[in-house]
């Protein structure tokens, strides 16, 4: 069964600066789909970025880019020029591409506190 | 935005009755979801649909259960419930054509 794994439970960062969320992931499968969500303090999931496995290019919307690393299981999410609306629960996820289920794995969430 | 709207959003019951949460959709898709948010697990699928009358288990489905009889309505039911069922309890939807899901504002849950 795929997992996914995020260590961090809370992450700081000033605004302004780049901060780095953590995610790991296990499957057996080669194709698939992940994502990060954002949930601010109004419990809104927010679609942040999609990565496909099968795009060797990492993703990226606006000031949110990704560090996928297939081999290592990892997907990595990189905000930079933190704002404070950029206070969230960040939750990354795993869909599989080719089981025909459309079952999404979640991790447990980081929370990221952004500093004025 | 893709129409989804849950109902109630706030609800406080006893344990021991019965509860059902509604989730409606306004665009026709096909897959639809339950999950339960509790702090430290983030996530959890309770039930999926994946067309009317068709359902299946998620990871955490004891003491849930679902109904799906039209496109536009996914109900998730707690037959009695306890206070472990007591969470924020999130429906979501994969577009027709899309790779990710978008998901309702949530309702919370107090069963004391």
């Known amino acids: 069964a795929q997992t996914v794994t995020q260590s961090q439970p809370e992450m700081s960062v000033q605004e302004a600066e780049t901060v780095t969320l953590s995610c790991t992931y296990d499957?057996?499968?080669?194709?698939?789909?992940l994502f990060w969500y954002k949930q601010p303090p109004s419990r809104q999931m927010i679609l942040v970025i999609r990565q496909e496995a099968y795009k060797q290019q990492n993703a990226t919307e606006n000031r949110f880019s990704v560090n996928f690393q297939k081999a290592a299981k990892s997907f990595s999410l990189k905000i930079s020029d933190s704002q404070l609306g950029d206070a969230a629960m960040y939750f990354c996820?795993?869909?599989?591409?080719?089981?025909?289920?459309?079952?999404?794995?979640f991790g447990t969430g980081t929370r990221l506190k952004v500093l004025a | 935005d893709a129409g989804i709207t849950q109902s109630p959003r706030h609800k406080v019951t006893e344990t021991g009755t019965p509860v059902t949460l509604r989730c409606h959709q306004t665009e026709n898709h096909r897959y639809m979801y339950w999950y339960r948010q509790d702090p430290g697990h983030g996530l959890r699928l309770i039930h999926y649909?994946?067309?009317?009358?068709?359902?299946d288990k998620g990871e955490v489905s004891d003491g849930y259960s679902v109904s799906r009889s039209k496109t536009e309505d996914f109900l998730l039911t707690l037959e009695s419930a306890t206070s472990s069922q007591t969470s924020v309890y999130f429906c979501?939807?994969?577009?027709?054509?899309?790779?990710?899901?978008?998901f309702g504002p949530g309702t919370r849950l107090t069963v004391t």
């Open positions: 996820a795993y869909r599989s591409r080719t089981s025909g289920t459309y079952k999404y794995i």
């Open positions: 649909s994946y067309g009317v009358k068709d359902t």
């Open positions: 979501a939807i994969k577009e027709n054509s899309d790779y990710e899901q978008y």
């Open positions: 499957t057996s499968e080669s194709d698939y789909y």
